[in-house]
């Protein structure tokens, strides 16, 4: 039987962000990832933006953690090398039906405290992006890119420069509450007991499946694991664009938006495919429906341009046809297991909330 004092599942942004805080907070850190590498999964497969915090409804932790995180996240990128930019975004109603939703978005943004977002005519934004076809914008100038991989590599320095210790290819298999903490069967080569004090759920897509196999709680207090998929495309040649191009948002996710890496390539998507199992495998078929969603706010968008890039899974709580849910933390207050967070539905704003997310699972455990 191993003891260490806390152990953090996942090694994703999530994860590497709470073992950081945690070990920079004096407690001893193990960090267990299921695969060869930190980052494999939801952190290595999305659009890497920056988000300012429009879209989430006021007060809920996604609206307050991506507010206070994208803050947190552009200091910490000042003081250390990590490839970041803010490129600014264009948010664009394509038609005058849409322009009651993009006030609502700017006014949505101002409660959330959203800062120096600008209300653009039509001409004002075409301006900018001579390339675009809109009926008016919303002009946020604090979204921006970031090199993610970069980022998790320099959070993991930190944690390690602290303590904290991770182990790859160690999938936890299970767990139980044992006397003041946890007792977890750990898999992989070398199969052992770990008891923990506190424990850290950061699993994402694994998250809901493993804390129904921790034994002595509520199981009906646990949401229901759904998986979208988002399949993304890259554009041939150079793109005309310097500024992140949104449509207005739809069910379950952004649109088909337009994103530039750091190197200034295009890409497309996120769309929504509701699955049964995580799949990262991208469908072709799907760019089909790119070609006229994209082309609402880019008529020039050339025959046979979208390339197959690849695929995300967000970790959804809700169902296609329910209302979207926000960041769920599960506390002691919430289970009555003292030194155990969850963290579920952890989907985007969850790269740009990393640091204000891990401040809240330390505040959480008594750390703050």
């Not at 960090?31 to 939801?42: D, P, Q, V």
Request: net charge negative; proline share 7%.
């Amino acid at each position: 039987m191993e003891r260490v004092d806390c152990v953090v599942i996942g090694a994703g942004v999530v994860g590497l962000a709470c073992a950081r805080g945690l070990a920079e907070a004096g407690r001893e850190v193990l960090i267990l990832e299921a695969t060869e590498r930190f980052g494999s999964g939801i952190s290595s497969r999305s659009s890497e933006v920056i988000h300012a915090g429009l879209y989430y409804p006021t007060n809920s932790w996604r609206a307050r953690l991506c507010v206070a995180g994208r803050q947190a996240l552009y200091a910490y990128c000042a003081e250390r090398p990590i490839p970041h930019r803010r490129t600014g975004k264009l948010l664009v109603a394509t038609d005058a039906g849409q322009l009651p939703q993009l006030d609502a978005i700017a006014s949505r943004a101002a409660a959330n405290g959203v800062t120096g977002l600008r209300r653009l005519q039509a001409n004002e934004a075409i301006e900018l992006e001579p390339e675009l076809r809109c009926v008016g914008a919303l002009l946020s100038p604090d979204t921006g890119i970031i090199d993610s991989q970069a980022l998790m590599l320099s959070l993991l320095g930190d944690a390690e420069a602290a303590g904290a210790t991770l182990a790859f290819n160690s999938p936890v298999l299970r767990g139980e509450r044992v006397g003041d903490g946890f007792l977890l069967e750990v898999g992989g080569d070398a199969e052992l007991k770990l008891q923990a004090r506190s424990v850290v759920n950061a699993a994402g897509l694994g998250a809901v499946p493993l804390a129904r196999r921790f034994g002595g709680l509520a199981a009906e207090r646990l949401p229901k694991a759904r998986f979208a998929k988002g399949n993304y495309f890259t554009l041939q040649g150079k793109a005309p664009f310097r500024h992140l191009i949104y449509p207005i948002p739809e069910a379950a996710g952004l649109g088909v938006h337009l994103t530039l890496d750091l190197g200034g390539q295009a890409r497309f998507g996120p769309d929504v495919e509701w699955i049964d199992a995580p799949d990262y495998g991208v469908t072709p078929t799907r760019a089909e429906s790119f070609y006229p969603a994209v082309r609402r706010y880019w008529p020039g968008l050339p025959d046979g341009a979208l390339q197959p890039a690849y695929a995300g899974v967000r970790p959804k709580i809700h169902g296609p046809e329910e209302a979207a849910a926000d960041f769920m933390l599960l506390g002691p207050r919430d289970h009555g297991a003292p030194g155990l967070v969850e963290l579920f539905g952890i989907e985007s704003p969850g790269l740009t909330s990393c640091l204000a997310l891990a401040d809240a699972v330390l505040a959480t455990l008594g750390q703050h």
